[in-house]
């Protein structure tokens, strides 16, 4: 089955501690995006990107990264910059102008 | 004015009823429009792309009103299980980024 999968589906960070997120989709689709979701909260745009090897920040890239090293791997790396890092990260892949396809998320959480 | 704006709701309604939402969005340009629904603490999944002519699925039918910019689903003959967070979405032209609304819950009651 096609699809798009996310680990781990929750992940406990320590003070100053880099945490990566692992995202892969085979829908071969060319587009991924990463969002952050918290609690009574819309979804925000954190990185997207359009092919391999390039990406873009969204609205509140700060404190996070990501590399596209694959067409079917996006992972995000939340960075001890991050402040406030708890929120349900979402990660989603489309093909062109169509709708979005998402993952099952990961809940980050502070120690 | 915000791109997207959602009645956040919550819209509740008993077994049976007609229910409807609507979204607005402030670029006259907007192309591609989207409804997603969203269980709680799951992942957001696509319930209905809203196409110029209007679309229906079963209980459910989109809408477009592009001289009033907003979107609109009705749920006909509401179920328990229609009870979650409905998100609506708008591709601006040119671009493959959705802007998303905050989402309206809807919960359906026996």
């Not at chain 2, 709680?40 to 209905?48: S, T």
């Not at chain 2, 592009?66 to 591709?91: E, F, G, M, P, W």
Request: charged share 20%; proline share 5%; hydrophobic share 30%.
């Amino acid at each position: 089955d096609g699809g798009i999968t996310q680990s781990p589906k929750y992940l406990f960070r320590k003070e100053g501690q880099n945490v990566t997120l692992s995202c892969e989709q085979n829908l071969n689709h060319d587009a991924m995006y990463w969002y952050r979701q918290d609690p009574g909260q819309g979804l925000r745009l954190i990185y997207y990107s359009q092919i391999v090897n390039d990406f873009q920040k969204g609205d509140i890239a700060e404190g996070y990264s990501v590399s596209r090293e694959k067409k079917e791997s996006f992972p995000l790396t939340v960075t001890s910059a991050q402040k406030n890092p708890t929120a349900f990260y979402l990660c989603a892949s489309s093909k062109g102008l169509g709708s979005q396809y998402f993952g099952p998320g990961t809940r980050l959480l502070v120690l | 004015r915000k791109e997207v704006e959602q009645d956040p709701g919550p819209f509740n309604v008993p077994e049976g009823a007609t229910v409807a939402f609507n979204c607005t969005y402030s670029n006259s340009a907007s192309q591609s429009f989207f409804w997603y629904r969203q269980d709680c603490r799951k992942e957001p999944k696509l319930l209905m792309s809203v196409y110029s002519s209007g679309n229906e699925d079963g209980r459910f039918t989109a809408q477009l009103n592009r001289a009033s910019q907003y979107i609109s689903l009705l749920i006909r003959d509401s179920k328990l299980s229609d009870s979650a967070t409905y998100l609506c979405a708008v591709n601006n032209p040119g671009s493959y980024i959705p802007t998303f609304g905050r989402g309206t819950s809807l919960i359906v009651h026996p």
